[in-house]
């Protein structure tokens, strides 16, 4: 039986989605069906079938009650709507869902592990927040909480560890071991962030097992939606800081997302890890999660917003939030690399191409525009003297315009959203450098109507951004201070 909250909500998303119409959504990139949503949760293969659940709040554009809303796919691109799953109507969630992982058990049914927020009143009068880990068990499409949750509580932290900032658990199934570990960010005794193991034979019963990293207060406070999986003979953990401090790694003030990547022996459970780096350089990325594919490859999805901006939308907005495509990961020289998953290719089409053209002042190129396009560009000096920036523009016009700017001498790249549709007083660019290849530089631009992702030499550093620019302002200029030879490729891009 489904709860009245479940029930509603989903009425409630059945009839407010009508209102809105595919061509004011993006076309590749999930959103909710209406209202709000976050962090991507239980990104896991199901059934044969890619599935992506998040947080959501469908009744408003501001964060609220979390339920998990719900979607699957067979090539990651083409996402099908699936009824919410979770809503907080339990005594151990009734504050809210709040993110988690998912998982395909050996009898075939989708284990759902999530953080049940509760409050409760205290005697002096005020309410403490609690978190534990609960689990809900579905069948791809109806998904049932256990009544023995919560299945991990403060009884499993270990010494310091708080009960208030204890959640999202990311699950995976340890083969050689025939059991489930899980990774869950939790606020340390000196007020920073640490990720604890858990270990379970059937997903009801958790044991603590260690304290796998920690911030010490280096690397920002509380750490957020962890993630730690094998990667190319390494081991990688990606963790959420907040309240970070700006550091030569290229981390900003506030929240952000960061990858350790290291060494994991799997007997001891020590993790050997170094300096973590950015997973994407941009302006709005927070909370990814990953799966891996049938064929092996590490995908990785992101909630394409910062909280910093999150109260910045357009107006009259029905649906705001929206996840980043699909990335590939893989590690060369030590870093972390990204490319939007392969399966975009076969969307591509109505391909322009221009090899070596001489950009010196700024120009458009025939065929170059649209807000739904895969765009790789190669850039190199077109003689001795070089050039002193190269700049290209998109979603342009008149009045509008995305800045994307690269100044050899400095080895910096700079966006800037200034002017691309929200006159609201938040962060609108980033600076950050690039690996120096003397003027030379390779960039895929991909947008989808409301965002751009930018990869840089083949997926070396990303960045994400939201932009929310009329339609209609969907011309792509080129720039140069000095001379520049461009290869130019352009796609537009078709579900
Ligand atoms: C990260 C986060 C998670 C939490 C969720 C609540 O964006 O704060 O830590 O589970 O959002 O919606």
Not at 124 to 147: M, N, P, W
């Amino acid at each position: 039986m489904e709860s009245n909250a479940l029930q509603k909500a989903q009425i409630y998303e059945n009839q407010k989605s009508t209102c809105i119409s595919d061509e004011d959504r993006p076309v590749f990139h999930v959103t909710g069906s209406v209202g709000w949503i976050n962090d991507p949760n239980g990104f896991s293969v199901y059934g044969g079938e890619y599935h992506l659940f998040f947080q959501y709040h469908p009744y408003s554009t501001s964060w609220g009650p979390m339920h998990w809303g719900h979607v699957k796919s067979e090539d990651l691109l083409h996402w099908q709507r699936l009824p919410i799953a979770l809503a907080p109507d339990s005594p151990w969630d009734a504050f809210g869902c709040f993110s988690g992982s998912g998982i395909e058990t050996p009898d075939g049914q989708h284990m759902l592990l999530y953080t049940g927020v509760r409050h409760e009143p205290s005697e002096d009068g005020t309410v403490r927040e609690f978190q534990t880990q609960c689990i809900a068990i579905g069948d791809g499409v109806h998904y049932r909480k256990l009544s023995g949750n919560p299945v991990i509580t403060a009884a499993q932290l270990p010494a310091g560890g708080s009960s208030v900032d204890f959640r999202d658990p990311k699950i995976w199934w340890e083969k050689a071991e025939s059991c489930y570990y899980a990774v869950v960010g939790n606020r340390a005794a000196d007020g920073s962030g640490s990720i604890l193991l858990y270990r379970s034979e059937n997903g009801l019963q958790w044991e603590f097992i260690t304290i796998l990293a920690a911030s010490r207060n280096k690397w920002g406070r509380m750490w957020e939606c962890p993630d730690f999986f094998p990667l190319d003979g390494r081991q990688v953990l990606i963790v959420n800081p907040q309240e970070m401090a700006p550091s030569e790694q290229g981390f900003h003030p506030g929240d952000n997302t960061a990858c350790f990547i290291g060494d994991y022996d799997k007997a001891s459970h020590h993790f050997a890890y170094g300096h973590p780096q950015p997973v994407d350089w941009g302006i709005d990325f927070y909370a990814p999660q990953t799966l891996q594919t049938p064929d092996g490859r590490r995908i990785l999805i992101g909630w394409m917003q910062s909280w910093a901006s999150a109260n910045a939308k357009p107006k009259d907005a029905l649906w705001f939030g929206q996840m980043t495509l699909p990335r590939e990961l893989s590690i060369q020289n030590g870093r972390l690399f990204q490319t939007p998953v392969r399966e975009l290719d076969a969307c591509r089409c109505n391909p322009t191409v221009y090899r070596s053209v001489r950009i010196s002042e700024n120009q458009q190129l025939d065929g170059i525009c649209g807000r739904v396009v895969d765009l790789t560009l190669d850039i190199r000096p077109a003689d001795a003297q070089g050039y002193s920036f190269f700049q290209f523009t998109v979603a342009e016009s008149s009045r509008y315009g995305t800045f994307i700017r690269y100044t050899p001498k400095t080895g910096m790249v700079s966006i800037d959203r200034s002017r691309s549709g929200l006159n609201s007083d938040i962060v609108h660019s980033r600076e950050f450098p690039v690996a120096d290849r003397s003027g030379c530089l390779k960039i895929r631009a991909v947008l989808d109507r409301f965002s751009l992702e930018l990869f840089f030499n083949d997926g070396e550093q990303a960045a994400s951004l939201t932009l929310y620019t009329p339609q209609s302002s969907d011309s792509i200029s080129f720039e140069a201070d000095g001379a520049v030879l461009l290869d130019v490729e352009k796609y537009s891009l078709a579900l």
